[in-house]
C-alpha cells in the first residue's frame, strides 16, 4: 500500500458525514489535508477535530467556476500539486419525475455533474505538469443502476461517470488515476431532507464509507481501482 504521510490531499465537501470523518483519518495518517466546503462554521469545527491548519481552510461553492478556480489558485501556490482530489460534495433531489421541477433538474446537474467538472478543470493541469496524482468521486450506485425517482440524480451520476472516462483517456499516459466509488446507502445528512422511507439502521455508517476512500487514497503505485461498489450488506444485488 502507498502511504499517505506528506501527500497533499484535498477534500472537497468536508462539512457533510463523510467528508468530516476523512479529514480525520487523512490527518491521522500523516497526510498534508486541505478542507472546502460552502458552511465556515462547520469548516471551522472539522478543522479542529481533524488537527488541518487554518491555512489549509477554504470557504467555496462548488458551482461557482470563480469560487472554485479562487481556491485552486491559492492551494497551487502553496504547493506544486495536490496528490489526491477528493470529491464528496453532491446534493440529491429523489422524488417522481412529474413533481421534478426544470429548476431542480438543472440544479442537480450544476452541482454534481458540473461542479464535477469545475474542481477538475482547476486541478488537473498541476497534475499534468508533474504528471501524477489521483483523482476520486462518488457517484453512488445510482450512477450504476437508477431507481424509480431519481431521474435528476442519476443523470447527474451518469454524467459524472462518463466524464472521468473520457478525462481518464486524457491522462492514460501519466501516472494519474482516477476512482470512482459506487456508495449504497449511507447513513448521513443526505437523507434530512428527501421524503422516502428508508431504513437508516441498516445503512452503512458514514465513518465506514470514509475509511473506504481512505484505502482507496493508499492504491499501490503498480495498479489502479478504476472503481469500487460499497453498499449495505442487505442490497447485495446491484
Keep these: 500500500m502507498e502511504t499517505l504521510k506528506g501527500?497533499?490531499?484535498?477534500?472537497?465537501?468536508?462539512?457533510?458525514?463523510?467528508?468530516?470523518?476523512?479529514?480525520?483519518?487523512?490527518?491521522?495518517?500523516?497526510?498534508?489535508?486541505?478542507?472546502?466546503?460552502?458552511?465556515?462554521?462547520?469548516?471551522?469545527?472539522?478543522?479542529?477535530?481533524?488537527?488541518?491548519?487554518s491555512g489549509r481552510v477554504y470557504e467555496f461553492d462548488i458551482t461557482d467556476?470563480?469560487?472554485?478556480?479562487r481556491m485552486a489558485d491559492e492551494i497551487n501556490a502553496q504547493i506544486p500539486s495536490i496528490d489526491i482530489l477528493i470529491n464528496t460534495t453532491g446534493i440529491?433531489?429523489?422524488?417522481?419525475?412529474?413533481?421534478?421541477?426544470?429548476g431542480e433538474f438543472q440544479l442537480s446537474l450544476q452541482t454534481n455533474l458540473t461542479g464535477t467538472f469545475l474542481l477538475v478543470k482547476a486541478f488537473l493541469p498541476?497534475?499534468?505538469?508533474?504528471k501524477r496524482g489521483l483523482i476520486i468521486n462518488i457517484p453512488g450506485v445510482l450512477g450504476k443502476?437508477?431507481?424509480?425517482?431519481?431521474?435528476?440524480?442519476?443523470?447527474?451520476?451518469?454524467g459524472l461517470v462518463g466524464m472521468m472516462q473520457s478525462i481518464r483517456e486524457e491522462v492514460k499516459r501519466t501516472d494519474i488515476r482516477i476512482t470512482n466509488l459506487f456508495l449504497g446507502g449511507v447513513d448521513s445528512s443526505f437523507w434530512d431532507t428527501i421524503d422516502l422511507r428508508v431504513q437508516r439502521d441498516k445503512m452503512i455508517r458514514a465513518e465506514e464509507a470514509a475509511k473506504a476512500i481512505w484505502f482507496l487514497c493508499q492504491q499501490p503505485v503498480s495498479g489502479?481501482?478504476?472503481?469500487?461498489?460499497?453498499?449495505?450488506?442487505?442490497h447485495q444485488a446491484i
Design 224 to 234: 489502479v481501482v478504476s472503481e469500487m461498489v460499497l453498499q449495505p450488506f442487505n
Design 92 to 102: 440529491g433531489i429523489i422524488k417522481p419525475v412529474e413533481a421534478l421541477s426544470p
Design 65 to 69: 467556476a470563480a469560487s472554485v478556480q
Design 7 to 53: 501527500k497533499n490531499v484535498l477534500i472537497a465537501g468536508a462539512t457533510g458525514s463523510i467528508g468530516s470523518a476523512l479529514a480525520k483519518l487523512m490527518t491521522g495518517s500523516g497526510a498534508n489535508v486541505y478542507i472546502a466546503g460552502r458552511n465556515t462554521g462547520k469548516l471551522k469545527t472539522v478543522a479542529a477535530t481533524a488537527n488541518v491548519p
Design 145 to 158: 443502476v437508477p431507481m424509480a425517482g431519481a431521474a435528476a440524480y442519476s443523470a447527474s451520476k451518469y
Design 126 to 130: 498541476k497534475m499534468k505538469e508533474v
